[in-house]
């Protein structure tokens, strides 16, 4: 009884002092700290965005880049001797990250590899950021979410706590990028559009070998065309490659 009166007296002090009801008064911290929340982990993202931007020589897309230019140039080692692949542990200590993306792959970036290295990057990041909205809006319209601000908000705040967000900003990954495909081939699989979906997939293992895992799932659930029309989409990809860039380049 004693707890219930003092609760009661709390609710009149903040409803005097405030002017509003209880609920709406703590609706607007709420809301107001989320607000503060969203533009700490705004500029905690924009932060490492500005440091994959300062330490470009140490990021996955300066190794994309960097073979990139050096197969348009002819030359076949870019794989190996880059800028990037050199990364710096501790003090006295150094590793090699190698580029793990086949050939055919680097054909998306020789439109952007005529522009410097970091204006590149500016480009690369936009096209990933396209790619991710285009993607989420699918989803949406895909399975019929109602859109509110609320909803808006908390897909917003799930970008920028995504453990995904900061790596992508701070190195130039391609994560973003292939979730459009991905997205693709889940609307394509979830409609029974099972050929549409084995293209988009085989498009997918081509650059992501780990991706493979589905080839068994596809003959489990008893689609063979599907199986059938992945593999060959993925060896269509290594084939561009192969004509774009030739033999050599598969090799290294």
């Known amino acids: 009884m004693l707890s219930l009166l003092k609760l009661s007296k709390i609710k009149m002090i903040i409803s005097s002092h405030s002017g509003k009801p209880l609920h709406v008064f703590l609706g607007g911290v709420t809301g107001f700290a989320l607000g503060i929340l969203f533009f700490i982990l705004a500029l905690y993202n924009l932060v490492y965005f500005v440091c994959g931007y300062t330490a470009m020589h140490t990021q996955d897309f300066g190794k994309l880049f ?3 230019t050096s197969l348009l140039n002819g030359r076949y080692d870019g794989y190996i001797n880059s ?15 190698f ?13 952007i590899s005529f522009f410097n290295i970091y204006s590149a990057f500016y480009i690369w990041t936009f096209i990933n ?6 993607s989420l809006i699918l989803i949406i319209k895909e399975t019929r979410i109602k859109i509110t601000f609320f909803r808006s908000f908390l897909i917003f705040f799930g970008v920028l706590i995504f453990a995904s967000t900061v790596p992508n900003l701070l ?10 495909p991905f997205t693709l081939a889940w609307i394509a699989a979830r409609r029974g559009n099972w ?10 293992m081509s650059v992501k070998l780990f991706l493979l895992i589905y080839l068994p799932y596809l003959v489990l659930k008893r689609q063979y065309r599907a199986a059938a029309v992945a593999c060959l989409s993925a060896a269509l990809c290594f084939g561009c490659g192969l004509l774009v860039f030739g033999w050599k380049a598969q090799i290294a």
Do not use: E
């Not at 580029?99 to 439109?111: D, G, Q």
């Not at 190195?171 to 459009?180: A, D, I, P, V, Y």
């Not at 050929?195 to 997918?204: D, P």
């Open 195 to 204: 050929l549409k979906a084995g293209v988009w997939m085989g498009i997918l």
């Open 99 to 111: 580029n793990m993306n086949p050939p055919h792959f680097h054909i998306l970036l020789i439109p």
């Open 66 to 68: 960097n073979t990139t």
């Open 171 to 180: 190195t130039g990954q391609l994560s973003f990028l292939l979730l459009l």
């Open 129 to 134: 950021f396209m790619c991710l909205i285009i």
């Open 83 to 97: 800028f990037a692949t050199l990364v710096l542990i501790s003090r006295y200590k150094y590793c090699y990250l």
